[in-house]
T-cell receptor
Framework: QKEVEQDPGPLSVPEGAIVSLNCTYS??????FMWYRQYSRKGPELLMY????GNKEDGRFTAQVDKSSKYISLFIRDSQPSDSATYLC?????????????FGKGTKLSVKP | DAGVIQSPRHEVTEMGQEVTLRCKPI?????LFWYRQTMMRGLELLIY????????DSGMPEDRFSAKMPNASFSTLKIQPSEPRDSAVYFC???????????FGDGTRLSIL
């Protein structure tokens, strides 16, 4: 089993829809979870950074971690065309060492006006 | 802040040629990372530096790849000789410390013919 798995999509939704993006991971010891957004021909940019289980909210974005299921989610409320991008989950493999950051392959999202 | 700056943005060259990719990290960031992104494999860490010292190069695919960081504001990734399978987008990222998020440049799109 791969350490991080993510459905590549593509995912197409109408403007205003709630979007749910998900990743699963293999090692229950992982503690730091991130979501990056990548626009076409740009580098990934950090959206959300969570530690351990629970929810974290930032505007229209909510990151959720379920450690018992080894499942992380990113929810986007009231989605906008400007949210169209590829979303990558990332997990810190070790404790505090950024060199052990592993990425999912990304889910391509398209929000139609 | 100017962000992470990579050059060139695009590089097209013939198989067997030497390729040099360049990166200027964000001023004050102690960590620098080189990644490669392809459709098949996603975003993969190649090597990372802490305070200009290479810490982990286990992701470097083979001896044809080398990376240097002669000072805190400059790093290079070199491929010699290049092969068509090296075609990918190469990203550089930097972070303030091991527990801080990574900031990515906009990448170098490399095509080896």
């Amino acid at each position: 089993q791969k350490e991080v798995e993510q459905d590549p999509g593509p995912l197409s939704v109408p403007e205003g829809a709630i979007v749910s993006l998900n990743c699963t991971y293999s090692n229950s010891a992982f503690q730091y979870f991130m979501w990056y957004r990548q626009y076409s021909r740009k580098g990934p940019e950090l959206l959300m950074y969570t530690y351990s289980s629970g929810n974290k909210e930032d505007g229209r974005f909510t990151a959720q971690v379920d450690k018992s299921s080894k499942y992380i989610s990113l929810f986007i409320r009231d989605s906008q065309p400007s949210d169209s991008a590829t979303y990558l989950c990332a997990i810190l493999r070790g404790s505090g060492s950024q060199g052990n950051l592993i990425f999912g392959k990304g889910t391509k999202l398209s929000v139609k006006p | 802040d100017a962000g992470v700056i990579q050059s060139p943005r695009h590089e097209v060259t013939e198989m067997g040629q030497e390729v040099t990719l360049r990166c200027k990290p964000i001023s004050g960031h102690d960590y620098l990372f080189w990644y490669r992104q392809t459709m098949m494999r996603g975003l993969e860490l190649l090597i990372y530096f802490n305070n200009n010292v290479p810490i982990d190069d286990s992701g470097m695919p083979e001896d044809r790849f080398s990376a240097k960081m002669p000072n805190a504001s400059f790093s290079t990734l070199k491929i010699q000789p290049s092969e068509p399978r090296d075609s990918a987008v190469y990203f550089c990222a930097s972070s303030l410390s091991s527990n801080q998020p990574q900031h990515f440049g906009d990448g170098t799109r490399l095509s080896i013919l």
